[in-house]
Every structure is written in structure tokens, then in C-alpha cells.
Nanobody
Framework: QVQLIQSGGGLAQSGGSLRLSCAASGFPFSDYAMGWFRQAPGKDREFVAGVNWNSEYIYYSDSVKGRFVTSRDNARNMVYLQMNSLKPEDTAVYFC?????????????????WGLGTQVTVLS
């Protein structure tokens, strides 16, 4: 059974930091690009960050570049999103996702598996 179990998130002040974790199981983790999307109320789900299978390539959306860092640990089947210098506009539900066909597909939302999402709220 495929699972992407997310943890972390919660409430932060503007300028603060939070870390999201995603524990994967049930599929060959190191074969997949991994990444993060988010969805704010009333808005479409948007790409945030992604990392290819061996961490050689990492993509970020322009809105988080320089503030967020994603990483993966293939030995532990984990992917992380370190969020720094948070802004109120980062408030959203964040989703972990896995794409078999690589980072470009992941960035376009063509993915195989999704986590259930975790709320991040940034107070001004």
C-alpha cells in the first residue's frame, strides 16, 4: 500500500521557519522524483519545490526560491521542505507528491502519488 505520510507544519510568525517531512512507503522511493505543492483557500494547487531521484536537480517556484529548501534521504525514504523567512502568503495546505517520470513531470503536476496535506499558517 502506497503511503505518503506528512508531518510538521502548523503555525508560524512572519519571518519564522517551519519544516515539513514526508515519509514514503509502498513504492520504490529512489525511482521517483519527489516534491511539494500547496493550495491556498480559493486558489489552484501550485508547485512549490521538487527534487529528482538522486538530488542532482532541484526546482523551486519563483515565489519560494531563496527561502525554501527541499531535500531527500533515499536511505530513509524521506523528503523534507525547510521553509524559512515565511510570509503570510505562504499560508496554504502543503502536499507531498511523487512522480515516476521525473522532475519536469512533477513540476507540471503529473504525479502518481499524493500525501493528504498539512496546514501551514503564517501570521503577520
Amino acid at each position: 500500500q502506497v503511503q505518503l505520510i506528512q508531518s510538521g507544519g502548523g503555525l508560524a510568525q512572519s519571518g519564522g521557519s517551519l519544516r515539513l517531512s514526508c515519509a514514503a512507503s509502498g513504492f520504490p522511493f529512489s525511482d521517483y522524483a519527489m516534491g511539494w505543492f500547496r493550495q491556498a483557500p480559493g486558489k489552484d494547487r501550485e508547485f512549490v519545490a521538487g527534487v529528482n531521484w538522486n538530488s542532482e536537480y532541484i526546482y523551486y517556484s519563483d515565489s519560494v526560491k531563496g527561502r525554501f529548501v527541499t531535500s531527500r534521504d533515499n536511505a530513509r525514504n524521506m523528503v523534507y521542505l525547510q521553509m524559512n523567512s515565511l510570509k503570510p502568503e505562504d499560508t496554504a495546505v502543503y502536499f507531498c507528491t511523487a512522480a515516476l517520470n521525473g522532475l519536469n513531470h512533477l513540476r507540471d503536476g503529473v504525479t502518481e502519488y499524493w500525501g493528504l496535506g498539512t496546514q501551514v499558517t503564517v501570521l503577520s
